[in-house]
């Protein structure tokens, strides 16, 4: 197939055909720099953004993958010596170089460029009037639609196909100024091309090339059924899918970074990719030498010999050789399969799974030189922050190195050493660094993540050209709703295919995702990475770490019976007591309980708070508890000097999110059993101890939060018998349930539902529309809204090692504070109504902006992204349609979410550092009046 670079010299240079092209302009300088900036002309902003094109793919790897995904198109349809391939490429690299072409609007340039060689037409076609991406692609289409048919060696049903393509080929320069992509047939129909031929042929006519009205009439009459013919012709549906979403990354990337260039200065050198192989070797080479890792490498050279049967006592040691074993044994099936792009990783709570995926990743990028970056992929932000902390220490990475993306974070920057001029010493790349993540290895959230494999959304879809070549690891997968494992199954396995991904999922309970029967040829088939993984989820240091207890577990608790609170009081009193009394090393107990919600967490903190209760102290951990709190309970679990302390943790199910603690006894209301093997990985974290229980009670129902699981519905179905559940909890056999979920899922799929896999994602997949693909796969399908409580958190708060701290906010958060008058340089809290009113300036000049018709401002959105990061700090989440929010109201500055936030205003009466928003508050007397 004829190269890209051949492709990029013989492109369509707008410089070549374009009649007078030094009158056109592309963009302006900003405001304040009219006077020493000249305007950006249109033929040297487009070949900018040819030669971002092509860094990209050169820096990416891309044009194998750009290869594949055209050949699985075509390969069924048409003969191998057909020309339509390099027509094909030919049309995905254009779309580049003409996407702008449609500037030459004299309007635009009279009214956005303010170029005075042209006057605004009062019988403009477009609307608006001064628009340019509608007919930049009929350029397009006028241009291309002509080389073919110039093409004597295409038989007419090639003509056909490409002229489709054409179409859809143009809808990325339709839409490469619109927030989201929709329906492409729909969109390109409506564009109507050859109803304006007549409108737009003064256009054609400033370029160096013609287009016949003959042949307008003869190709747009036949839409339908061009379009009709095609779609039966054509082959992989995700093959056409992933090359037009990648086209429009390619295309909405290279504008940006270009556009970012003229109007800051800046070039855009580091894409942030492991392109040195020195350094590659350097960060194996620390992954080998670090801590334990070092024995492993040495007993692996030395032909290990495996242990595990001399290993059943429960002993720290032996824990520690197990996860060597473990270690061993990937690495052994790695280096045998490291040319697979799925692989999975069963291994058991407490098993080192972030260790086990840092050694996976390293071998494969030394036996793959093609993979450059990494991307780690989590549920939750506690682990995202966890794993980073740890995937630096391990690969000793730097800040050019590494970074973590989610709502909480703020800018990382890639500045050693900061200018005077830059906005709170900041330097304003790190905007572009950030937005397209512009580090070799990244750690963000699962939402944003599948957002762009599957997104209609053009920023989210800037970063799908990064995800070539690529290792992707996905934690915590059990985490999921299992209605959507078909959909991830689907999109993983065509994604590693085609762009060449290493996909390794990881999970202490779920099976191979490749059990689900979705159809597919080939089929989907994981490697797993520790094919005899059973021998270790059985072993006594990991299956009987903890003890499942069932004695409370047949008797259903009334949440309105005060008998039934205070017998489960003393339950984990008595328990508790009977643990430290036995406990010969600490003569303590830390005791975690685990509610399904915040309400029945709040009322066992009262009823226990009035037994006599052995607690020294009582944590509440839940939704509603801010960050410095929470960050503040976990390093006070894990100091050592509050190891002789008697504490109760008392939760709900945010401590599964991997939190980092170790507690000795466990009691939880049982909800999904996954959820269950969550809590007791919180219990005797390193088998250090003696025998510790996690008892499992009935109190709230958890169909609110469960009710569409299919984990949830085949316990309430009866397939899952308190026998089996018992089973499944204490010898690790998670396959007894899924096979039973799979089973259930694979039935749903068969049947002719419109909202099964084929309905939901197929047949969008074949039409095209980006909009129902996106809906279909959502990942979470419940809204939140977010409360700011405006109170004083401290700067710092005490570390999990003695007389050390822990700063809350970054250097360069307390900057921007400073810089804002939100913050004095010694304080030790930061007020949260100052940091309101900081907020809501920003809010008011944004509107004000708006309305004078301000464009974009770069300071502008580096501020909002520093503040973003700041309010986190002090603010929860709650339900949309949960009854809190309505109750809450009358105790909010406004009545609605104006500014994106409910302002808590009268927080002292109804929520408290220490234990969250305090519900039975909202229904106080004494708070009527508000």
């Known amino acids: 197939m004829i190269s890209i670079h051949t492709l990029y010299k013989e492109r369509a240079a707008i410089a070549a055909l374009l009649q007078l092209n030094e009158q056109y302009w592309a963009h302006l300088p900003a405001k304040g720099e009219e006077d020493f900036k000249q305007p950006e002309k249109l033929f040297e902003h487009c070949d900018l953004v040819n030669e971002y094109f092509e860094k990209l793919c050169d820096v990416h790897g891309l044009e194998p993958v750009i290869d594949r995904l055209i050949l699985n198109l075509t390969i069924n349809s048409f003969k191998k010596e057909s020309k339509i391939n390099d027509w094909i490429k030919q049309l995905f690299v254009n779309t580049i170089a003409f996407h702008d072409f449609g500037k030459v609007n004299e309007d635009f340039q009279a009214s956005r460029m303010r170029n005075l060689i042209f006057k605004p037409n009062p019988q403009s076609p477009f609307t608006p009037a001064h628009g340019h991406s509608w007919l930049g692609a009929y350029i397009y289409v006028g241009y291309f639609l002509t080389r073919i048919e110039q093409d004597k060696e295409l038989d007419e049903s090639e003509l056909q196909y490409l002229t489709v393509l054409i179409w859809q080929f143009s809808y990325a320069i339709i839409k490469h100024h619109s927030p989201f992509l929709d329906e492409v047939k729909a969109d390109v129909h409506k564009a109507d091309f050859g109803r304006f031929y007549a409108q737009v042929q003064y256009y054609l006519q400033l370029y160096k090339f013609s287009f016949e009205q003959s042949l307008s009439a003869f190709v747009f009459d036949d839409f339908e059924s061009f379009w009709t013919e095609f779609e039966r012709r054509s082959g992989s549906s995700f093959a056409l899918f992933a090359l037009l979403k990648l086209n429009f990354s390619l295309l909405t990337a290279s504008d940006y970074l270009a556009t970012h260039e003229y109007m800051s200065g800046d070039v855009t050198h580091d894409l942030g990719v492991l392109n040195d192989r020195n350094r590659i070797e350097t960060i194996i080479q620390n992954l080998r030498q670090f801590e334990h890792n070092k024995d492993t490498f040495e007993q692996l050279k030395s032909g290990y010999v495996f242990q595990e049967k001399a290993l059943q006592e429960k002993s720290k040691a032996n824990l520690n050789k197990l996860r060597r074993e473990m270690a061993i044994e990937l690495l052994q099936t790695i280096r045998k399969f490291s040319d697979k792009r799925l692989y999975f990783i069963e291994a058991p709570t407490g098993g080192g799974k972030t260790n086990l995926s840092m050694i996976a990743l390293t071998e494969l990028l030394d036996k793959n030189p093609e993979l450059r970056k990494v991307f780690y992929v989590f549920p939750f932000t506690t682990l995202i922050t966890q794993t980073y902390k740890a995937v630096q220490a391990t690969l000793q990475l730097t800040n050019l190195e590494l970074v973590e993306l989610h709502s909480k974070a703020g800018f990382q920057s890639k500045s050693e050493a900061k200018k005077e001029d830059d906005v709170y010493g900041r330097d304003k790349k790190d905007y572009i660094d950030n937005l397209f993540a512009l580090y070799p290895i990244t750690l963000l959230s699962h939402v944003r993540f599948f957002d762009i494999l599957k997104t209609n959304s053009k920023e989210a879809n800037y970063l799908l050209h990064r995800l070539a070549n690529s290792v992707v690891i996905i934690d915590e997968i059990q985490s999921y709703n299992p209605k959507i494992w078909d959909k991830m199954l689907y999109f993983i396995s065509q994604y590693a295919e085609t762009f060449n991904i290493r996909f390794i999922l990881m999970s202490a309970t779920l099976p191979k995702l490749d059990k689900l029967d979705l159809k597919l040829r080939p089929l989907p088939v994981f490697q797993e990475l520790l094919p005899n993984a059973r021998k270790?989820?059985?072993?006594?240091?990991?299956?009987?770490?903890?003890?499942?207890?069932?004695?409370?577990?047949?008797?259903?608790?009334?949440?309105?019976?005060?008998?039934?609170?205070?017998?489960?009081?003393?339950?984990?009193?008595?328990?508790?007591?009977?643990?430290?009394?036995?406990?010969?090393?600490?003569?303590?107990?830390?005791?975690?309980?685990?509610?399904?919600?915040?309400?029945?967490?709040?009322?066992?903190?009262?009823?226990?708070?009035?037994?006599?209760?052995?607690?020294?102290?009582?944590?509440?951990?839940?939704?509603?508890?801010?960050?410095?709190?929470?960050?503040?309970?976990?390093?006070?679990?894990?100091?050592?000097?509050?190891?002789?302390?008697?504490?109760?943790?008392?939760?709900?199910?945010?401590?599964?999110?991997?939190?980092?603690?170790?507690?000795?006894?466990?009691?939880?209301?049982?909800?999904?059993?996954?959820?269950?093997?969550?809590?007791?990985?919180?219990?005797?974290?390193?088998?250090?101890?003696?025998?510790?229980?996690?008892?499992?009670?009935?109190?709230?129902?958890?169909?609110?939060?469960?009710?569409?699981?299919?984990?949830?519905?085949?316990?309430?179905?009866?397939?899952?018998?308190?026998?089996?559940?018992?089973?499944?909890?204490?010898?690790?056999?998670?396959?007894?349930?899924?096979?039973?979920?799979?089973?259930?899922?694979?039935?749903f799929n068969k049947g002719a539902y419109a909202d099964n896999f084929s309905g939901e994602i197929l047949d969008h997949l074949n039409r095209l529309n980006f909009t129902q693909i996106d809906r279909n796969f959502r990942l979470i399908d419940q809204q939140n809204e977010s409360v700011f409580v405006p109170i004083d958190i401290p700067a710092w708060v005490e570390s999990s090692e003695e007389s050390k701290s822990e700063a809350m906010f970054s250097e360069d958060d307390l900057a921007f504070l400073i810089h804002f008058g939100a913050y004095r340089v010694g304080d030790e809290f930061i007020n949260g109504e100052s940091v309101w009113k900081c907020y809501e300036r920003f809010i008011w000049q944004d509107i004000a902006n708006r309305k004078v018709g301000k464009g974009f401002d770069l300071n502008d959105r580096i501020n909002f992204k520093t503040l973003q990061s700041i309010l986190g700090k002090f603010t929860f989440s709650l339900m949309t349609h949960s009854n809190t929010i309505d109750k809450m109201k009358s105790f909010c500055l406004n009545a609605d979410t104006t500014y994106g936030y409910w302002y808590l205003s009268h927080h002292d009466k109804v929520y408290k550092t220490d234990t969250g928003l305090m519900e039975d508050a909202f229904d106080d007397s004494a708070n009527s009046f508000l």
Not at 573 to 579: E, G, L, V
Not at 612 to 639: A, H, M, P, W, Y
Not at 699 to 706: A, G, K, M, Q, V
């Open 536 to 747: 270790y989820l059985q072993n006594p240091n990991f299956a009987e770490r903890v003890r499942f207890n069932f004695e409370l577990y047949d008797r259903q608790l009334n949440d309105k019976d005060e008998n039934d609170w205070s017998e489960l009081a003393k339950t984990v009193i008595d328990k508790s007591k009977q643990f430290a009394e036995q406990n010969t090393l600490h003569g303590s107990v830390h005791t975690i309980i685990e509610f399904i919600y915040k309400k029945s967490a709040s009322t066992f903190k009262q009823v226990i708070g009035d037994s006599d209760c052995l607690f020294d102290e009582i944590f509440v951990l839940s939704g509603t508890i801010l960050e410095f709190r929470r960050r503040q309970i976990i390093n006070q679990l894990k100091n050592p000097a509050y190891r002789r302390k008697n504490i109760l943790l008392i939760t709900t199910q945010v401590v599964e999110a991997g939190v980092d603690i170790d507690m000795d006894l466990g009691f939880k209301n049982i909800s999904l059993l996954d959820s269950d093997e969550q809590l007791a990985g919180r219990v005797n974290r390193n088998a250090s101890k003696g025998l510790c229980e996690v008892y499992l009670f009935r109190l709230d129902d958890s169909r609110i939060l469960y009710g569409s699981d299919y984990r949830y519905k085949v316990i309430q179905e009866g397939k899952i018998s308190k026998e089996t559940a018992q089973e499944i909890l204490s010898e690790k056999r998670f396959d007894k349930l899924y096979q039973e979920v799979f089973s259930k899922i694979d039935g």
